[in-house]
């Protein structure tokens, strides 16, 4: 079964032209049916049964997995076995049968403003690290950008004299504004803070951590769980909820959902009308607590 996951994640990359957080995501999904059916003498794509697969899924439930990583698992399964299907080779696809669990749609965490300035404005001081965190929470708020995205920005992508960056996918790109805070944020850091960080001149990633080398997904979230702690905020803030709240704010200001789905890269607007929904339900309730008749 090895090969044959190599073989799909090689077709997702080529053909697909997934991101590799998408392929990442697959690997690790199929490693694990993988590592189960191997514990259970089954190594051959071709004598997996629509019953092995549906008593695998009932395990990660046994196993307490959340709703919504079944759900993720079972579509990486559907993914993986109607390739093998087209490709030929399982004379039909086994993953038909499965069911994905019904998911509750939860609105996602939002900060108030009063919490995005508090945090924010942590790192106050004039070290060249608290100079770079300061800029990369001002460019992911000011953004909606993904963390992946953020750590993997280049010099080269971010246009200083008309405020915008452009965040590069495989197969496409988005061009994003950023305001006044973030720029004089990002123009502190670039001034002297980054080059104090950096060890080879010629390197052009963007942000890099206290080695010079590119800031880890793991390295940035516990930067945000220190600020988080020293600003007060009892919450659980990850950077996935400066981007819900970039969002939120924007929409609740009078942004369009078109600009907003452009900026945050969502393919489907659907995906964006969240936003909106909380939106309207902020409205509804700022109504009933402030209307005299409400």
Known sequence: MRDEIGQFIEYLHNVKKTSNNTEMSYRRDLNKVQIYLTARGVTD???ISSQMLEDYVENLRRQNFAPASVSRNIASLKA???????????ESDVSVSLKAPKLEKKMPGIMTMDEVVRLLEQPQGNAPKEVRDRAMLELLYATGIRVTELITLKLSDLNMPMNYIICRDRN?????????AAREALARYL????????????????FVNCSGEPMSRQGFWKLIKSYTKKAGITADITP???RHSFAAHLVENGADLRSVQEML??????????YANMSHKHLREVYAKAHPRG
């Not at 890269?265 to 969240?274: A, F, L, Y």
């Open 45 to 47: 794509v071709k004598l």
């Open 80 to 90: 993986f076995f109607h390739f093998l299907a087209d490709e030929g080779k399982i």
């Open 172 to 180: 496409k790109e988005r061009v994003i504004p950023f305001g006044t």
């Open 191 to 206: 001034s002297g803070a980054r080059e104090a960080l950096v060890k080879d001149a010629s390197f052009d990633t963007l």
């Open 240 to 242: 996935h909820t400066l």
């Open 265 to 274: 890269g969502h393919s489907d607007i659907s995906t964006t009308q969240i």
